[in-house]
């Protein structure tokens, strides 16, 4: 079990920045975070395009809005814990116990919803009848190549990941790559290579298709697929793979007993607490009258919160502000050198 | 103002006067239409707002561009007259547009 002063729930802009509130206070706190990569939505959902309202920063990307508050904080240390979930947060005496989906273990008493619009999730085929296949046979990432060997993967999507498992799997199974329109979003190299690859056989390509229907008992044995002048094809395949790219869903946060409306939560503008004593929520999923979802909105949001896990994290001592220009305290936590 | 038409997915007709400017994502989320999610906040980068739009109105709304089309690729069940309701902008010559809203966004 991890014991920390804090521990923050999403690793994007706003969950990083109240990490640097929180240590420059002189907290401890981790991050944890489903996406493997820190950056929340401004690495999954715009990475390339162009901020124009951070303050002082006229212009930057989500990637480099990220980078820049990776840097940030890199004098603490922080230790994030990518790739995993929290499913559980629980009340134990004074703490918060909180477990993710691999089975970490944290106590702290202040937990920080950092956590935007909720965990990044594949999007699913629409047929209810798939998730019976899921993971079995109906996979929407690939952890393992090999299992597709000698059979037969259809795979659905247009964008990167499609085309570049279309390719690559096309080296060893029988692929059928199947897409609701002509034209494919992914790399234009990617492109041409999955039309040189159907030229020649290698790739079964279906375009103007989409999924309907699955068969099969315990494994999928057909697939069916409509076009869109409304025919329907029935495929033999083994597999199938669905690349849509990945949705926001609040998931499990809506299990832990806070008040929430329209997948977010409502907190207080004094110190950004939920309903619940030491869990508190910033940036984009916490609501109070006159809310704003910007990303500078995020960043006070965190500021203030911290500064209220100080209370519950050191109940015997006293807060006491500071500016970074000129505390010596707060220099030696950053590393840099006081005047 | 101009009069958007909103059918959503429990067969309710939600008739509402949107101010010109504001997309039709916008007019429903102000006025408590389910069925849009718009998880971005308009920003062309989830497709949860995604509608139908009435057959008589597709060829009326200005073209989609191709991440409008990108975006599509990863709605719930797109169709021909799919378009991510973010991205459609509010104006007199869109009094009495109908949009279907799906049976859910993801």
């Known amino acids: 079990m991890i014991k920390t002063d804090a521990l923050i729930i999403g690793a994007g802009p706003t969950g990083l920045f109240t990490a640097h509130q929180l240590k420059l206070i002189g907290l401890d706190c981790e991050i944890v975070d489903n996406l493997d990569k820190i950056g929340g939505q401004c690495i999954e959902l715009y990475p390339d395009k162009p901020i124009y309202d951070i303050p002082a920063v006229p212009e930057c990307t989500g990637e480099e809005l990220t980078n820049n ?19 559980e947060v629980k009340k134990d005496g004074e703490n918060w116990f909180v477990k993710t989906n691999l089975g970490k273990t944290f106590l702290t008493p202040n937990v ?11 999007r699913k085929f629409s047929p209810k009848e798939c998730e019976k296949f899921e993971n079995k046979s109906i996979f929407y990432s690939v952890k393992d190549k090999t299992i597709f060997e000698g059979k037969t993967v259809s795979i659905f999507g247009g964008g990167d990941s499609a085309l570049d498992w279309a390719v690559e799997l096309s080296k060893s199974s029988k692929v059928n790559l199947i897409h609701r329109r002509d034209d494919f979003r992914g ?30 008992k315990d494994n999928l044995e057909s697939i ?37 409306d329209k997948k977010t939560v409502a907190v207080d503008t004094e110190k950004f607490e939920t309903n ?19 990303i500078l909105s995020g960043f006070h ?39 | 103002m101009t009069k958007i038409i909103y059918n959503t997915h429990d067969n309710k007709t939600h008739t509402i006067d949107v101010q010109n400017g504001l997309t039709v994502m ?31 109105w597709v060829q009326k709304l200005p073209q989609k561009d191709d991440g409008e089309e990108d975006m599509l690729d990863m709605a719930f069940e797109p169709k021909k007259n ?10 007199d010559e869109l009094d009495g547009l109908v949009v279907n809203i799906p049976s859910k966004q993801s």
């Open chain 1, 69 to 87: 508050l990776i840097d940030q904080i890199k004098p603490f240390n922080i230790k994030t814990h990518l790739g995993e979930r929290v499913d």
């Open chain 1, 112 to 122: 920080i919803i950092a956590g935007g619009v909720g965990s990044f999730e594949p």
């Open chain 1, 187 to 216: 790399a234009q190299a990617t492109v041409d290579k999955v039309h040189e690859l159907a030229k020649s056989g290698k790739i079964n390509l279906f375009t103007k298709y989409q999924l309907t229907n699955v068969n099969g």
């Open chain 1, 224 to 260: 069916e697929i409509k076009h869109d002048n409304k025919e329907i094809k029935t495929i033999k395949t083994d597999f199938a793979l669905g690349f849509f790219g990945l949705i926001m869903q609040l998931g499990p946060i809506a299990d832990w007993g806070l008040n929430i």
């Open chain 1, 276 to 294: 619940q004593k030491g869990i508190y929520a910033v940036g984009d999923i916490c609501s109070y009258p006159g809310k704003l979802k910007l």
């Open chain 1, 301 to 339: 949001e965190g500021a203030l919160a911290a500064r209220a896990c100080f209370k519950l994290a050191r109940p015997n001592e006293k807060y006491r502000f500071e500016f970074t220009t000129s505390s010596k305290t707060i220099k030696d936590r950053l590393g840099v050198k006081s005047d």
């Open chain 2, 26 to 56: 916008e007019g429903a989320v102000q006025n408590d239409i389910p069925g849009i999610d718009a998880d971005c906040g308009g920003g062309m980068a989830c497709a949860t707002c995604h509608v139908y739009v009435d057959e008589d």
């Open chain 2, 82 to 91: 799919s378009r991510l309701s973010c991205q459609i902008i509010v104006s």
